[in-house]
């Protein structure tokens, strides 16, 4: 199908395009890859008064080593992340999780902050900016404010920003030593969005857990914080008994969704072997 008609706007300033998104409310989009919003421009089941394309405005482009995190701008694409040293350095996680989503073409065109703010569920960066404490920058015309990953992803395809705001970037804090990490994504074909995945960093010290993140991709209407698996790996030894029991307790709070790829049952057992999985590779790596 063929988009319905839309003014197309193109500005070369983050404050021109919040000027311009302010003017325009709640009848404009902000475009950014394309690989999200057009299929449902196309489709019909968006259809805003005026698209405002982002590409033109550099400044939300690259990654910057801030010392103790990364800021990674909202028009860095997949591809750019995957292949960004300080990335694979500091958080590996977002490189690992990055180069599992759909294919070359879309990892190329797609954007990190498209990711986050498109919001969802089955989407595999969220996660990993939950798993990974990170901090994400808005800016309207009334000013700037920072949103804590536990805080962005509100409901199904719903972030926390207003009609007004443009995310710019997100901080990232970097891992530190003594970090093994794992994304792991269980889909039907190579390249599909994930029935579940599992976020996993594990910080050892002398064969003991002395810290963890795990977050869950596509359980629930929003990425899952497995706040509860992450208490329990605490001060336990890192073996495979330790993260096969507390992984028991992945999907406790979850609310995994019925579709034509699993049920909720079928996902509840997914989450569980992912979670134990992803453990044990973090904790070897
Ligand atoms: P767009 O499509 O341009 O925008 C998406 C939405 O976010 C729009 O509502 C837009 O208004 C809003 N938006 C974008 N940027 C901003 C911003 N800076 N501030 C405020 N709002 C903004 N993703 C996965 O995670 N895993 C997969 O396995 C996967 N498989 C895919 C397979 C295919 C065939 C396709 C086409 C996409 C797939 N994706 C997958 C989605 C891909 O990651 C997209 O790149 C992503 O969802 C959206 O990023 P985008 O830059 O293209 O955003």
Not at 42 to 64: E, H, M, T
Request: proline residues 6%; aromatic residues 4%.
């Amino acid at each position: 199908m063929i988009p319905a008609t839309f003014e197309y706007l193109r500005p070369t300033t983050v404050d021109a395009a919040v000027s311009v998104l302010s003017d325009a409310g709640e009848d404009a989009k902000i475009l950014a890859g394309g690989q999200s919003l057009m299929p449902l421009l196309r489709l019909r089941l968006a259809y805003p008064d005026a698209l405002i394309d982002l590409d033109r405005i550099g400044s939300l482009r690259g990654i910057r080593d801030d010392g103790d995190a990364l800021h990674i701008g909202a028009m860095t694409t997949h591809d750019e992340v995957i292949h960004d040293p300080s990335v694979r350095e500091h958080v590996p996680l977002l490189a690992r999780a990055a180069e599992t989503v759909a294919d070359p073409a879309v990892r190329h065109r797609g954007t990190f902050g498209g990711s986050l703010a498109h919001a969802d569920p089955a989407g595999d960066l969220p996660a990993v900016a939950l798993a990974l404490d990170a901090v994400f920058h808005v800016r309207s015309i009334r000013g700037e404010r920072e949103i804590p990953a536990a805080e962005f992803f509100v409901d199904w395809m719903t972030s926390a920003l207003e009609a007004d705001e443009i995310l710019t970037g997100v901080r990232v804090p970097k891992l530190g030593e003594g970090w093994g990490v794992r994304y792991e994504k269980f889909h039907r074909t190579a390249q599909a969005w994930a029935i579940v995945g599992v976020a996993c960093a594990v910080r050892r010290e002398n064969g003991t857990v002395t810290d963890a993140r795990v977050a869950l991709t596509n359980m629930g209407p929003a990425p899952v914080r497995a706040t509860e698996v992450e208490q329990l790996v605490q001060g336990r030894p890192a073996s495979g008994d330790t993260f096969r029991s507390a992984a028991e307790h992945a999907p406790s709070g979850t609310e995994p969704p019925s579709d034509l790829h699993g049920s909720p049952e079928y996902r509840t057992h997914l989450a569980t072997v992912l979670t134990a999985r992803a453990l044990t590779a973090a904790a070897a790596s």
